[in-house]
């Protein structure tokens, strides 16, 4: 199958890896001729090109560009290939990317790969990034059943574990476990620099495995930061708020020295956790 990819960084670069391992012909476009050059040197595409009439022969097309690339790129993306052409997209939030694209392009189905790491670019790229972990594709009733099932075989060879929801749905649960984490994380960070000059430089000495692991995505890209919250505002909002309530129940509890719902509730997290991680 020849299969495009627009936006060659960690996402599209691995992806191609991938699609080229199980025999797929796969055709790249990015912004920058020396990226296009370098995908072509690391393997993760055959051919690649800055023009994107390029992709006018693919029968699937994957926009893995950042999200507030992804309407413009595609409004322009869609004046070069045939109507057949099944068009996804990688983007974290799916309600106003599908509620744009949707009535302009009948197969076009949205979705969303939970994988990902701190590092960016095409340099970043990684075969097996999508094995096993969750692969979100978000159909209407109005999507037709077989762009549906091409993107799907697709996600199935890259091993990924298929899940269906609709946009509404995906953007309420990735706010809670993913866009929350990120502002959760990123206000940890801000906290400690608020620290007196002498405790910041101790604390910076006995960092180690806990705060590596609770900052983690608090400092990674900035850009993907402020894209999760501009395109997922009200959700994540809501997810704040709820995440602000909860937070200082723990801080009464604590000015009230009440260790023993302290201790409950600490059990009951260490008891449910594992149902987010196994």
């Known amino acids: 199958m020849n299969?495009?990819?627009?936006?060659?960084?960690?996402i599209g670069?691995?992806?191609?890896?991938?699609?080229?391992?199980?025999?797929?012909?796969?055709?790249?476009?990015?912004?920058?001729?020396s990226t296009c050059q370098r995908a072509i040197a690391l393997g993760c595409v055959d051919t690649a090109s800055v023009d994107m009439t390029l992709l006018?022969?693919?029968?699937?097309?994957?926009?893995?560009?950042?999200?507030?690339?992804?309407?413009?790129t595609f409004e322009e993306l869609i004046t070069h290939l045939p109507s057949t052409t099944v068009v996804t997209d990688v983007g974290s939030v799916?309600?106003?990317?599908?509620e744009a694209l949707s009535p302009i392009w009948e197969n076009f189905i949205g979705g969303h790969p939970m994988a990902g790491t701190t590092e960016n670019g095409i340099e970043a790229a990684m075969r097996n990034l999508f094995f096993q972990k969750p692969?979100?594709?978000?159909?209407?009733?109005?999507?037709?059943?077989?762009?549906?099932?091409?993107?799907?075989?697709?996600?199935?060879?890259?091993?990924?574990t298929l899940y269906y929801c609709s946009p509404q749905e995906h953007d309420s649960a990735v706010s809670s476990i993913s866009h929350l984490p990120v502002m959760v994380s990123a206000s940890l960070i801000a906290a400690c620099?608020?620290?007196n000059p002498n405790t910041l430089q101790l604390a910076q000495k006995l960092a180690s495995s806990g705060f590596r692991d609770t900052s983690r995505v608090g400092g990674g890209n900035p850009e993907l930061g402020v894209m999760m919250a501009r395109y997922n505002r009200s959700c994540l909002l809501r997810s704040l708020l709820q995440y602000r309530h909860n937070l200082d129940e723990f801080i009464n509890l604590i000015d009230l020295e009440d260790w023993a719902t302290l201790e409950e509730k600490l059990q009951l997290n260490q008891q449910v956790r594992p149902k987010f991680i196994d």
């Open 3 to 10: 299969i495009g990819i627009l936006g060659l960084g960690l």
């Open 13 to 33: 670069g691995s992806l191609g890896l991938d699609l080229r391992s199980q025999g797929h012909h796969v055709i790249g476009v990015s912004r920058r001729e």
């Open 56 to 72: 006018k022969a693919t029968e699937v097309v994957f926009i893995c560009t950042p999200l507030a690339l992804i309407i413009p």
């Open 94 to 98: 799916k309600a106003p990317i599908v």
């Open 135 to 160: 692969y979100v594709l978000t159909p209407l009733a109005t999507t037709p059943l077989e762009a549906i099932t091409v993107v799907e075989k697709i996600v199935q060879q890259l091993g990924a």
């Open 193 to 195: 620099l608020s620290e």
